[in-house]
């Protein structure tokens, strides 16, 4: 925890050494911290089960609906302090979080999947622009409007969710794998389309996602979690340097090169990170 | 053939009524997975206060208006002080919920109004019956359709073409993600029995027109299952052609089996028909199968 993060022109979501406890008795989070700029994209990294995306319904209140909650430390987003608010209160103030694995309201049509994105407020007039908005950025959607979102195809779903979610002006998005299940080059679109709503929209991210590589490339910082505990941060530009992150999130030996498969001993790390 | 037009166009005007009462069990069950058992007793209400209404001098157009208004209020009572509380418990504990509130509201109507039949006086609708072709109609039977047809209408636009009616179906779809989207799961749970007490309300009402006012409409509901069954338990559009394809068959069946049976057949053929849907069709017409591409 040594490094601080770079990025100090203003902080839009701050946690605060949080906890975060299920059913009373499962501790998952143990005191996590994670620092979001205004207007930035920040990676949360992980392997399964590290408690990343608990991170993400811990800010986004989805948390409560699993009977989690957030039993120490404290998020603030705009200065303001939100993990005690109900998720429609969360997302009132402008957090959207898109929950990971797709999940479109099948039964609609893909243009009123968008339409319940625009949900909290917004009449006629400025839902119709929202609507071109998002047409703008997933052109392929346009022609899919009046398809049921269930049988669109998988790309498109998750063009349908992040799009739903624009629907509803985010403040900050809390994008959870969007990359799951998907084919590269359909990835490297949807990345590409994050990438321009980040710029042209100033949507601030936080990122979750397995594709390390991906996600280094994507985001300027990151966290990387292990066990519930943040284990280090830094810039993407020293992490991919990180002989740890290389030998056991990127597979890449010393020199560079890609390690056959052969060699690379999962069990066998250069040091344990918590002792 | 005539006696087959007149008992199916009969059906059909009774199956807007059961159409009615069966896009509210559709409703609950599509929101929140609750099979609402009081739906019978909720038809019973309904009824009894629309009469009391017309008993007091209020017009019938007036008084089924005010009767849509007592039964939102209703509704969101009932989710609030009955099924609220339950949220997060096992189905099958919200059923049982269901069954004690179906006693409860029974109880109540004959603490009120007792158990006498009683029938709307004067009489709403002209006795004199209209011809259609060579089939006659009792002008109850076509008012109740036209009414059960304007208001199933209302409630399609409602779910197609507003934000609330579009987030109802949202939730009943991805719960999660309707919630991470800002909809309050509350509201839309209590809109839902909002709704579907104005829809058991009216479809009461205009069966006390038909047959009189007494505790035994509260079976309605249990005959609306079938049509619920038939249609796929959470399609609307499944429910209303349930509900009109079992009032058709039950007056099919009246008419043609009931002089060979000893009687009743009319109140066992729409479950018989239930049972062989279940066999081959355990969806319904029109029931979710989760969409699953390949």
């Known amino acids: 925890m040594a490094l601080e993060n770079p990025d100090t022109h203003g902080i839009i979501l701050k946690l605060n050494n949080i906890e975060v406890m299920y059913h009373e008795v499962i501790l998952v989070l143990k005191g996590v911290s994670i620092d979001v700029p205004h207007g930035g994209i920040v990676a949360l990294l992980g392997a399964n089960g590290a408690g990343k995306s608990t991170t993400l319904k811990a800010i986004s209140g989805l948390l409560k609906h699993e009977d989690g909650e957030v039993t120490d430390g404290s998020i603030e987003f705009m200065g303001e302090r939100i993990h005690h608010l109900s998720a429609e209160e969360i997302a009132k103030r402008g957090i959207f979080q898109i929950i990971e694995g797709r999940r479109v309201f099948e039964h609609l049509t893909v243009e009123e999947n968008l339409r319940v994105g625009a949900h909290l407020g917004g009449n006629g007039s400025a839902i119709k622009e929202r609507l071109e908005m998002v047409y703008h950025y997933f052109p392929r959607l346009v022609e899919r409007r009046n398809v049921l979102a269930g049988f669109v195809s998988g790309g498109e779903q998750q063009m349908t969710v992040i799009g739903r979610a624009l629907m509803a002006q985010p403040k900050l998005m809390l994008l959870d794998e969007p990359s799951m299940g998907l084919a590269p080059l359909l990835i490297k679109e949807i990345f590409d389309i994050i990438t321009q709503l980040n710029k042209q929209e100033r949507i601030p991210l936080l990122l979750v996602e397995q594709n390390v590589k991906l996600a280094l490339t994507v985001a300027p910082y990151a966290y990387v979690l292990e066990n519930g505990r943040l284990v280090m941060h830094d810039t993407s530009e020293k992490l991919k340097e990180n002989p740890d992150i290389r030998d056991f999130y990127l597979g890449l030996s010393d020199i560079g090169e890609r390690k056959s498969f052969r060699q690379v001993k999962h069990y066998k790390r250069r040091k344990r990170w918590l002792t | ?294």
């Open chain 2, 1 to 294: 053939m005539e006696l087959f037009l007149q008992l199916f166009i009969t059906g059909i005007l009774v199956g807007s009524i059961y159409a009615l009462v069966a896009l509210g069990w559709t409703l609950i069950y599509k929101c929140s997975g609750v099979l609402n058992l009081a739906m019978g007793e909720l038809t019973l209400i309904g009824a009894y206060v629309c009469i009391t209404f017309y008993h007091w001098g209020i017009p019938f157009v007036l008084a089924l208006i005010f009767t849509l208004v007592v039964g939102f209020a209703l509704g969101i009572l009932t989710e609030i002080l009955f099924l609220r509380p339950m949220v997060g418990e096992p189905v099958l504990s919200v059923i049982m919920v269901t069954v004690g509130l179906s006693f409860f509201f029974k109880g109540i109507v004959e603490l009120f109004f007792g158990t006498d039949t009683v029938v709307f006086t004067p009489t709403v609708f002209p006795i004199e019956p209209v011809y259609i072709g060579k089939v006659v109609v009792g002008q109850v039977y076509l008012w109740a359709f036209v009414a059960s047809i304007i208001l199933l209408l209302a409630f399609v636009s409602f779910f197609k073409y507003t934000k609330w009616g579009l987030s109802m179906q949202a939730t009943a779809d991805d719960e999660m993600a309707a919630l991470s989207l800002g909809v309050n799961a509350k509201v839309v749970y209590a809109l839902a029995w909002a709704i579907a007490f104005m829809a058991a309300g009216v479809g009461g009402t205009l069966l006390g027109n038909i047959n009189g006012l007494n505790i035994s409409v509260g079976y309605l509901g249990l005959l609306v299952l079938p049509a619920v069954v038939l249609g796929g338990m959470n399609s609307v559009p499944g429910a209303i052609v349930g509900g009109l394809v079992i009032g058709v068959l039950q007056n099919l069946a009246d008419g043609y089996l009931s002089p060979f049976t000893p009687g009743g057949v009319k109140d066992v053929f729409p479950f018989a028909v239930m049972v062989i849907v279940l066999l081959f069709k355990p969806y319904g017409l029109w029931g979710w199968i989760r969409i699953e591409r390949v």
